[in-house]
């Protein structure tokens, strides 16, 4: 059995590391709202709208500002929730399917007999199950967040062509806040997807230059790997991850910003 310490583990200390971090910026982000909703009341980001429109105003009131506090510390609780288990899940499936089930490795945290080709065809179509269910429920949400983050940032691009100099630098400041955080966060999000799809092509490339022993385990795994798929972060076949999802983001955000820039103009 391997020798494995799970507090020193490079896969821990970054597992802990991100959910140090990422906890850190939901509680900073929440403490900034809440000073701009009681500092600025008129400039600030409330539930409800989610982006800063010049327009948007509630009246400074006790019920106002308890209303929205409550309602922005429920937001920040379920994405610390859920963000918190995307780290985990994410983390340790990619680093498993990286290192455990590729063949070929100069060292293992699992011993040997995991990687003989009927232990590897039983743990490998298991955690297609389990990766399978599991997205059935996250890939909805996946995919909810992938519209909502490209038309949060295509409106931040088109306010801020069309109404730059009518607004405040509070707004102005929150705009491309708002526009970076969600290209940074959902682009960080694209590259764990593209990072699965790469580390499921390279298992799949060690298992076809691996000798397995006889003519007929080859024949087996030949099979096995031509029938099963790789890993990725999808729902179903309709949203799929893959190593060209950042950049087509980034087009579709492109093409609807100037699509709207435009229909304004042709209106």
Not at 132 to 148: E, R, S, W
Request: overall charge positive; aromatic content about 18%; charged content about 15%.
């Amino acid at each position: 059995m391997p020798n494995f310490n799970p507090k020193r583990s490079k896969i821990n200390l970054l597992v802990n590391a991100a959910l140090s971090a990422f906890t850190f910026v939901i509680f900073a982000s929440y403490v900034l709202l809440m000073v701009l909703l009681l500092v600025i009341p008129r400039e600030a980001v409330f539930f409800g709208s989610l982006i800063p429109i010049k327009y948007y105003y509630f009246p400074v009131a006790i019920l106002s500002i308890a209303y929205h506090a409550y309602m922005l510390l429920f937001i920040h609780i379920v994405i610390l929730t859920i963000g918190n288990f995307a780290i985990i899940y994410t983390f340790y499936t990619l680093y498993f399917i990286a290192t455990e089930l590729k063949v070929g490795c100069q060292s293992y945290k699992t011993i040997d007999a995991l990687r003989s080709p009927k232990n590897l065809r039983r743990i490998y179509r298991c955690f297609q199950v389990v990766h399978a269910h599991c997205f059935a429920i996250f890939g909805i949400l996946t995919l909810f967040c992938n519209a909502i983050f490209m038309v949060t940032c295509i409106f931040c691009n088109f306010v801020s062509f069309q109404y730059w100099d009518d607004f405040s630098a509070v707004t102005k400041a929150q705009i491309v806040t708002w526009c970076v955080l969600t290209n940074g966060f959902w682009g960080f999000v694209l590259e764990m997807g593209c990072l699965f799809c790469k580390n499921g092509d390279k298992v799949f490339m060690s298992w076809k230059r691996h000798a397995w022993g006889s003519s007929l385990e080859n024949a087996i795994m030949k099979k096995f790997r031509v029938s099963s798929m790789p890993i990725v972060l999808s729902y179903g076949k309709q949203f799929v991850i893959r190593r060209t999802s950042f950049f087509t983001f980034q087009r579709g955000v492109t093409r609807g910003t100037f699509r709207a820039l435009l229909m304004t103009k042709s209106g």
